[in-house]
Nanobody, 118 residues
Framework: VQLQAFGGGLAQAGGSLGLSCAAS????????IGWFRQAPGKEREFVAS????????NYQDSVKGRFTISRDNAKNTVYLQMNSLKPEDTAVYYC????????????WGQGTEVTVSS
């Protein structure tokens, strides 16, 4: 599966942005999709994930209640709605695919940059 992330940009603190992760391939529905981010000078960190069944979502504590992950298998797309953005959300965001939630994100898209100004 090939992934491509879209939707990054510039937002003010308290604002919103929506990211999309578009996938190629007919087996998209068999992949758990995760969003990760890497801020300048920091290690990449997990942000959120949605199971391949669509029924289970997980979030990093710092984004709970602000970010929402969802998927539309008919469109081969996973979304990350980011509300109440904070400057510390500034990072390059990546989506990745884990076949049937095996715990190994083998496929990664290119990043999309999110900048939140205070």
């Amino acid at each position: 599966v090939q992934l491509q992330a879209f939707g990054g940009g510039l937002a003010q603190a308290g604002g919103s942005l929506g990211l999309s992760c578009a996938a190629s391939g007919r087996t998209f529905s068999l992949y758990t999709i995760g969003w990760f981010r890497q801020a300048p000078g920091k290690e990449r960190e997990f942000v959120a994930s949605i199971s391949w069944t669509g029924g289970i979502t997980n979030y990093q504590d710092s984004v709970k209640g602000r970010f929402t992950i969802s998927r539309d298998n008919a469109k081969n797309t996973v979304y990350l709605q980011m509300n109440s953005l904070k400057p510390e959300d500034t990072a390059v965001y990546y989506c990745a695919a884990d076949y049937k939630g095996a715990g190994n994100y083998l496929y990664w898209g290119q990043g999309t940059e999110v900048t939140v100004s205070s």
